[in-house]
Each structure stands twice: as structure tokens, then as C-alpha cells.
């Protein structure tokens, strides 16, 4: 069963312009993983944000948790064409598994 | 450092087949996962090891689906026999230690059944 849902399911905009998406989960967690997806590709590794931070940030990425709306939200600042990709949450339920979400499908326009 | 190497790329069987996927992780990482992942959807998790043991495989279809870890190095996932909604891509990954942090994933087995 999949855990997370991220919001949108699909997102186009100009290169240069910021990306947000959301995921929302659904029970208590220890952490939320954010990866990238390629097309044909496997998954990389992107954040992880653990349930007692609000905020964190990677370079152009930025993470927020709302663990009292059990939501997490992924910004990508200044895009670029090669942030075109899928991106998944992940989310560590306490010692069960790692849930991936449905993902958002990024597309950067040049 | 060498990524997670599977093999093979590509695979296409008839129904009613069997299928073999292998699985090279990242030297030293103790924990090695085998995600199932459909079109359009999310990984989901099939089974997960901790060295040559399981730890999950709560979503195994254990009738037709097994998955080895020998020496708690390589892994091999098999599929017999395969019907047509096991057509999917199979992705293999590793982590350093027991948490389930930062995946290294492999570029995955592209299987098709018809």
C-alpha cells in the first residue's frame, strides 16, 4: 500500500522558475525521504528531513514537515531542465518499511 | 564507488515463465531491498534483508515470487511462474546500515510478460 501521495501528479514550468510539492502521509513516522527518478533510471537520493525538524535545506532544495498535518513539501529553487524527473516521498514508519509515494512527474521547460 | 549493479537490463518472457533477476549492491551495505515498481506508480517495497537475513516480506507474493541473499552479498529475485501483471520494473537497493535512510538504487530490471 503506498503511504505517501504527493500533490500535483504533474507539474510543468519555465526553467528558472521555483517548484513545490507536497506529500501527505498518513501515519506517525521517524523520517521523510525525498528522491529524484530519471526516466528509465532508478532512484537517487535527494533529503531526508526526521520527525523533530521543521525545516531543511540542500543546496537549491528545500524541505519542510507539518508532522500535525502529516504533510512535507519540496521546494526546488531556480530550475533547471535537468531537474526534469520524477520525485518521490518516502516516508519511515517506526521500524515497519520505507513507503514510497505516487510521485509528481517535474517538467522543466527550456 | 561502484553503484548498485543489476542485471538484466531488459527482459521479456511469456506468461507462465520463469524469470531471474541479480542484484549487486554496494560493498559494505548490510541492508539490500527489492522493490517492484509499475508504471505510473511508486516503488513498493517486496522484501528487505539485514546481511544474508529477512527482514520483511510481508509483501512478497510468496506463491510464484523468492528472493535469496547469499553470503549477505549479491541477491537474486525470481519470478516462476510469471503471469501478466508482474510486468513491472524490478529495483534493487542497498543501504550502510539497518535504518531505512538514504537508498542507493540500481537503474532496475525492466520486465515485460505477454
Known amino acids: 500500500s503506498q503511504q505517501g501521495e504527493e500533490d500535483p501528479q504533474a507539474l510543468s514550468i519555465q526553467e528558472g522558475e521555483n517548484a513545490t510539492m507536497n506529500c501527505s502521509y498518513k501515519?506517525?513516522?521517524?523520517?521523510l525521504q525525498w528522491y529524484r527518478q530519471n526516466s528509465g533510471r532508478g532512484l537517487v537520493h535527494l533529503i531526508l528531513?526526521?520527525?523533530?525538524?521543521r525545516e531543511k535545506h540542500s543546496g537549491r532544495l528545500r524541505v519542510t514537515l507539518d508532522t500535525s498535518k502529516k504533510s512535507s513539501s519540496l521546494l526546488i529553487t531556480a530550475s533547471r531542465a535537468a531537474d526534469t524527473a520524477s520525485y518521490f516521498c518516502?516516508?519511515?514508519?517506526?521500524?515497519?518499511?520505507?513507503?514510497f509515494g505516487t510521485g509528481t512527474r517535474l517538467t522543466i521547460i527550456p | 564507488e561502484a553503484g548498485v549493479a543489476q542485471s538484466p537490463r531488459y527482459k521479456i518472457i511469456e506468461k507462465r515463465q520463469s524469470v531471474a533477476f541479480w542484484c549487486n549492491p554496494i560493498?559494505?551495505?548490510?541492508?539490500l531491498y527489492w522493490y517492484q515498481q509499475i508504471l505510473g506508480q511508486g516503488p513498493k517495497l517486496l522484501i528487505q534483508?539485514?546481511?544474508?537475513?529477512?527482514?520483511?516480506d510481508s509483501q512478497l507474493p510468496k506463491d510464484r515470487f523468492s528472493a535469496e541473499r547469499l553470503k549477505g552479498v549479491d541477491s537474486t529475485l525470481k519470478i516462476q511462474p510469471a503471469k501478466l501483471e508482474d510486468s513491472a520494473v524490478y529495483l534493487c537497493?542497498?543501504?550502510?546500515?539497518?535504518?531505512?535512510?538514504?537508498?542507493?538504487f540500481g537503474s532496475g530490471t525492466q520486465l515485460s510478460v505477454l
Open positions: 537497493a542497498s543501504s550502510l546500515g539497518q535504518a531505512r535512510e538514504k537508498l542507493f
Open positions: 501515519t506517525s513516522i521517524n523520517n
Open positions: 528531513i526526521r520527525s523533530n525538524e
Open positions: 518516502a516516508t519511515d514508519d517506526w521500524g515497519e518499511k520505507l513507503t
Open positions: 560493498s559494505g551495505h548490510a541492508t
Open positions: 534483508f539485514q546481511n544474508n537475513g529477512v527482514v520483511d
